[in-house]
């Protein structure tokens, strides 16, 4: 966040500095970037997080608001929520939220589901800054999500699109667990399965809150496929392959 803060205020200063001086402090920033960014992805295809024990499973649950379901057809990310947790521990101080800047009108149903609104936007950080934040806080550890296909669908999308960086984190459905924990329940919905665990969501289709309630959801998941004799993803996934 802090590198942003330094380019937009030599940006609002930038009348009284000489041009190739910004120019260098920008490609800088940009190399920088870059250089992460190529890290993250070599870091990425070395990682194998299957025989590490859920109790010491090292996850990021996000969440997205979008303005609908197809960003292949212009809709588009407009926040991002996240929190990070270990084992069947929630971080929850240590989170991740931002708002997507966005120009164009958005729709009064969407603006009436999230509570975002034009002005709210306006004055966000860009969608590649966003994303390139997110990405440090997430490191190389796997992303959780409800629903993860719509999160997944965005992301390699955004990343593409702004970043030219193909999308390559493992993403994990939370139904990837509960469907073994309560295989006679059908539970869909992040509500359903909230209520059903007695979790509570502080404010729904807010991305930060809605992740926080996923991350207590996945935690509480954690716990219950341990009490069935998985103590790894690997475990899980044999599981699945033999049903």
């Known amino acids: 966040m802090m590198r942003n803060q330094v380019v937009q205020f030599m940006k609002q200063l930038s009348g009284m500095l000489h041009p190739s001086l910004f120019a260098s402090v920008s490609n800088q ?39 609908g379901f197809y960003p292949q057809k212009g809709d588009r990310i407009l926040s991002i929520g996240a929190v990070k947790v270990v084992g069947d521990q929630l ?7 931002s708002l997507v800047n966005n120009i164009n009108p958005l729709p009064d149903t969407i603006k009436e589901l999230t509570g975002i609104c034009e002005d709210d936007l306006e004055h966000a950080p860009e969608l590649g800054t966003v994303l390139r934040e997110f990405y440090q806080f997430t490191q190389t550890v796997p992303l959780i999500a409800h629903h993860a296909t719509h999160e997944k669908n965005f992301m ?17 459905d939370t139904s990837f667990l509960t469907k073994i924990v309560e295989p006679a329940k059908s539970l869909v ?11 509570q969501i502080t404010k729904r289709h807010h991305a930060l809150h809605d992740a926080i309630a996923t991350a207590k959801l996945w935690t509480k998941s954690i716990q219950l496929i341990q009490e069935h004799g998985f103590h790894t993803l690997s ?5 699945l392959a033999n049903r």
């Open 156 to 172: 390699h999308h955004a990343s593409w699109s702004t970043l030219k960086m193909n999308f390559q984190h493992r993403v994990i």
């Open 235 to 239: 475990d899980v996934y044999t599981h």
């Open 29 to 67: 920033n940009n190399a920088a970037n870059i250089a992460f960014l190529r890290q993250l992805q070599r870091e990425l295809k070395a990682e194998d997080v299957l025989q590490v024990p859920f109790s010491d499973l090292k996850v990021v649950v996000f969440d997205l608001e979008t303005t």
């Open 189 to 199: 919905s992040l509500d359903e399965c909230c209520n059903h665990f007695g979790i």
């Open 91 to 97: 971080k929850d101080s240590d989170v991740f939220y």
